[in-house]
T-cell receptor
Framework: DQQVKQNSPSLSVQEGRISILNCDYT??????FLWYKKYPAEGPTFLIS?????DKNEDGRFTVFLNKSAKHLSLHIVPSQPGDSAVYFC????????????FGTGTSLTVIP | DVKVTQSSRYLVKRTGEKVFLECVQD?????MFWYRQDPGLGLRLIYF???????EKGDIPEGYSVSREKKERFSLILESASTNQTSMYLC?????????????FGPGTRLTVT
């Protein structure tokens, strides 16, 4: 059973606008969440993370929001750029899950110039 | 800069062949992982290892085995390749500790079994 879900397989956004990627999880033991970005024919690269003691973490154009009560996190990219076009995976983990990461199915973001 | 390398970018094998996928990391990470990525299914964990000669099953270990004889090297073995093992295989590594550390990924191996 998928413990981390990304219900939108794809998203298209105009350059300069905001991209919002969503992720839901089911395991309340998760206490650390990450976003990875993947270009075709490359491995995923770490983008941004958030621990459960926070509800927001910001790094430049990227902000991750965590709503623990709803078991939901989102990644905001502002402003979106064509180079942001990639597949984005959210992942969840925690010391009580043995440091194993559980990945979502990914959302393919296309930023239209 | 962390570097995770995988022995092949593309591989084509026949059904029934034994296949070895090699992964090497240069950051002295304790943890190493093997995933496969399939459309609509995301990244699924096959096996991981937190120390030399130690291994743990992930979510989909059937049909695979692993070997970790040295800290920097983690091998994935397909004992008898089948067409349903055609996939993108990704290796990752991370530190092991009291907190959760992000994983660093290699470029992937696209395996086709015919």
């Amino acid at each position: 059973d998928q413990q981390v879900k990304q219900n939108s397989p794809s998203l298209s956004v105009q350059e300069g606008r905001i991209s919002i990627l969503n992720c839901d999880y089911t395991n309340s033991m998760f206490d650390y969440f990450l976003w990875y970005k993947k270009y075709p024919a490359e491995g995923p690269t770490f983008l941004i993370s958030i621990s459960s003691i926070k509800d927001k973490n910001e790094d430049g154009r990227f902000t991750v929001f965590l709503n623990k009560s709803a078991k939901h996190l989102s990644l905001h990219i502002v402003p979106s750029q064509p180079g942001d076009s990639a597949v984005y995976f959210c992942a969840a983990s925690g010391v009580y899950t043995g440091n194993q990461f559980y990945f979502g199915t990914g959302t393919s973001l296309t930023v239209i110039p | 800069d962390v570097k995770v390398t995988q022995s092949s970018r593309y591989l084509v094998k026949r059904t029934g062949e034994k296949v070895f996928l090699e992964c090497v990391q240069d950051m002295d990470h304790e943890n190493m992982f093997w995933y496969r990525q399939d459309p609509g299914l995301g990244l699924r964990l096959i096996y991981f290892s937190y120390d030399v000669k130690m291994k743990e099953k992930g979510d989909i270990p059937e049909g695979y085995s692993v070997s970790r004889e040295k800290k920097e090297r983690f091998s994935l073995i397909l004992e008898s390749a089948s067409t349903n093992q055609t996939s993108m295989y990704l290796c990752a590594s991370s530190f092991l500790g009291q907190k959760v550390y992000e994983q660093y990924f290699g470029p992937g191996t696209r395996l086709t079994v015919t």
